[in-house]
């Protein structure tokens, strides 16, 4: 386990299937994150990513995000990719709505780093997000990403293209 402020990350449990589908299956959570047509998760399918991240031994790795106060597992991140030529990981966070705006994304978000660079030993840090994700980007910004590029109108979602934003950070730029 790795903790933060308020928050600890920790290896998924079967436990989190159905806590994940419910705090998952929500339009503005998947639109945040689904490159492709946005459709409601099945239970099956969630079961599948948890024990999917249960028997995960690495690079990729996803860690269930608990309240330390309650224990209450409020959303998910982890490492997506990582090339170990170039010490680079891309990653991935997600939060249940009503845990957003409480400052929980950003102890998420430096953990997530943290563990990364101390643990990992990358060199660099890599995400995504949609134009449309503003909250997103001033974590992201905040923590010390750097926009690096845009793809143009690479996704269509909510009746429109949109604009994919990459970020990168170097380990000298995390703001602990």
Not at 23 to 34: A, H, P
Not at 106 to 117: E, K, N, P
Request: hydrophobic fraction near 35%.
């Amino acid at each position: 386990m790795y903790f933060g402020e308020k928050i600890k990350l920790r290896a998924y449990k079967e436990s989190d299937i159905e806590d994940s589908y419910v705090l998952f299956n929500n339009y503005d959570i998947m639109s945040m994150l689904m490159r492709d047509s946005i459709f409601p998760n099945s239970l099956d399918r969630q079961r599948e990513f948890v024990e999917f991240a249960m028997n995960s031994k690495g690079p990729v790795f996803h860690f269930a995000v608990e309240l330390v106060e309650t224990g209450d597992y409020i959303g998910g991140c982890g490492v997506n990719d990582f090339n170990s030529t170039s010490q680079t990981a891309t990653i991935g966070i997600w939060l249940a709505e009503e845990y957003q705006g409480k400052g929980l994304g950003a102890d998420t978000l430096r953990t997530l780093c943290r563990f990364i660079f101390d643990e990992m030993n990358a060199q660099k840090i890599k995400l995504t997000f949609f134009d449309y994700n503003e909250k997103g980007r001033k974590v992201y910004e905040k923590i010390g990403f750097k926009k690096e590029g845009t793809l143009r109108k690479e996704v269509y979602t909510k009746g429109k293209l949109h604009d994919i934003h990459i970020m990168g950070m170097f380990r000298d730029e995390f703001k602990k």
